[in-house]
């Protein structure tokens, strides 16, 4: 049994299906299976992890999908030590490509001490280390329904960013097959894409042109805070986080390729699965 955390997320909605496709039994933790939109092939568990009793929702567990909401180390720590009570065997746990590069901003730092905590719990490990999200391009989504045009920070570097299916496709492959035990693995696309490639690319998807605007930082930070509502911390830790990665954002490893057997999914590909949702109600 195959015990998934995040199952509704950008890589858990993915990886539930992928996982029982090939054979294997899950069981998906979320905290309203009435609301959670899970495969209804996965065993679909309530739990909390802030509040659930952990040993009893690991029970039966052999692997566990590593992946906590606000990327807490003290709680993937805890998920590592009760696993490891459980009986389970093997965790792979989700992180970043900015642990490989040494980043110091609070998310990756919150990610090496779960990595840390995972290798020293007992159980067998693999971590994953993916780059950028395809998915994060959603949130180009509000300006480009209502003004069809695209805000980005004019200090956002070439990416390459990859998409969730391949981090999804990597993690099967992790839990499912052997060879994989110790082994550390960074994803990323195929190739470094400008933010003003990547709108080309979404346009041309759409079939229609898009405005492309580069603001500064203070003006980005302020539309998010705006738009999505985040607290002030929040936004400010984000671009910590971009102001790190921007010089490693560019480099491309062949993990993908080389674990799959074929190249990482494009970002035009990503484009063509998305354009309904970025339908809008632009009037000129």
């Not at 490693?248 to 494009?266: A, I, K």
Request: glycine share 8%.
């Amino acid at each position: 049994m195959i015990f998934v955390l995040g199952a509704t997320g950008k890589v858990g909605r993915h990886l539930v299906p992928a996982l029982l496709d090939a054979g294997a039994a899950v069981r998906a933790l979320t905290r309203d299976p009435a609301k959670a939109r899970i495969d209804p092939r996965a065993d679909v568990v309530r739990g909390d992890l802030g509040t659930s009793d952990l040993p009893a929702l690991l029970d039966g567990a052999d692997r566990v999908f590593v992946l906590t909401q606000g990327h807490s180390a003290d709680r993937e720590a805890a998920v590592a030590q009760s696993a490891a009570q459980a009986g389970v065997t093997h965790l792979v746990k989700l992180s970043t490509t900015g642990v490989h590069f040494g980043q110091t901003d609070p998310v990756t730092r919150a990610h090496a001490e779960a990595e840390q905590a995972i290798r020293e719990a007992g159980p067998a490990w693999t971590i994953l280390r993916p780059g950028a999200f395809m998915d994060n391009r959603f949130a180009w989504l509000g300006p480009i329904r209502g003004e069809n045009a695209v805000y980005v920070p004019d200090t956002d570097p070439p990416s390459a960013l990859v998409h969730v299916r391949d981090i999804a496709a990597v993690a099967t492959l992790a839990l499912t097959t052997s060879g994989h035990a110790g082994a550390t693995y960074e994803l990323t696309g195929g190739e470094a894409l400008t933010t003003a490639q990547q709108v080309a690319i979404l346009a041309e998807a759409l079939g229609r042109p898009l405005k492309y605007v580069e603001e500064p930082e203070s003006a980005a930070k302020d539309r998010m805070i705006r738009m999505y509502g985040w607290p002030a911390k929040a936004v400010d830790g984000l671009f910590a986080l971009k102001c790190e990665s921007a010089p490693h954002e560019s480099v491309v490893f062949d993990t993908v390729e080389r674990l799959l057997g074929r190249p990482p999914l494009t970002f035009a590909t990503w484009a063509r699965e998305n354009t309904a949702a970025f339908a809008y109600h632009y009037q000129e």
